[in-house]
């Protein structure tokens, strides 16, 4: 279940560093986000989620931001791993509708 | 086996083929979803089930038809499909649709070449 985007973004981190993806929704109406990874073969993985009340939320190693103001949100991970290059995206979902994916971000570790 | 499970993984059919994607979900889920992926696009969400029921087709071609004959399987067959349809084809699944927790689950996907 891999990505397919050949033209992603990509974004490039050492490894040991921080790493920042970010995205813009769209929705104003959305009040539900979600990150997910997706590795090369397998199917989205459910990382991290926070709701529109909160601006931000940790989890282990990772971190969501929410901008409600810009609409934008991002993602941090800390001390970047060789486990976590892959593509990550974010979904949005207002009350009552779906969930609008984003177009994804491919991480790349450099070791 | 544990979450959701997609079958086959990888497809290869002629444009007069017919085919079936049978995923299968062991989370006790009462949703079920299909997307589609392709290159240089977000995930396409296809159809919605919510306790067998169909409850979102998004404007999908009649050449994709879904089945969901319980709440733990979904099958989506595949007949005269035309190489753009070639992508990746995931399976998902949710506690509900309308309510918390909203997470979606998903399979590994089936990869399908149309020739």
């Known amino acids: 279940g891999e990505s397919v985007g050949l033209h992603l973004p990509t974004l490039s981190v050492q490894e040991g560093d921080n790493s920042i993806i970010n995205c813009a929704y769209s929705n104003s109406a959305s009040d539900y986000f979600i990150w997910y990874k997706q590795e090369s073969g397998k199917g989205p993985q459910f990382i991290i989620d926070i709701r529109s009340n909160m601006d931000k939320r940790q989890g282990q190693r990772v971190t969501v931001l929410l901008n409600k103001t810009v609409k934008h949100l991002s993602l941090q991970i800390a001390a970047t791993q060789p486990g976590d290059s892959a593509v990550y995206f974010c979904?949005?979902?207002?009350?009552?509708?779906?969930?609008?994916f984003g177009p994804g971000t491919r991480l790349s570790v450099l070791p | 086996e544990t979450g959701v499970t997609q079958t086959p993984r990888h497809l290869v059919m002629g444009m007069t083929n017919k085919k079936s994607l049978k995923c299968e979900q062991h989370l006790g889920h009462n949703a079920m979803y299909w997307y589609k992926q392709s290159a240089k696009k977000p995930l396409e969400l296809m159809f919605v089930?919510?306790?067998?029921?169909?409850?979102e087709n998004n404007s999908v071609p009649s050449r994709f038809s879904p089945e969901c004959p319980n709440s733990s399987h979904l099958f989506l067959h595949l007949h005269t499909l035309q190489p753009e349809d070639s992508a990746l084809y995931l399976c998902?699944?949710?506690?509900?649709?309308?309510?918390?927790?909203?997470?979606?689950?998903f399979g590994p996907g089936t990869r399908l070449t149309v020739t």
């Open positions: 998902a699944s949710s506690p509900g649709t309308g309510r918390a927790p909203y997470e979606q689950y």
């Open positions: 979904a949005e979902k207002a009350y009552g509708q779906n969930f609008v």
């Open positions: 089930y919510s306790l067998e029921e169909r409850v």
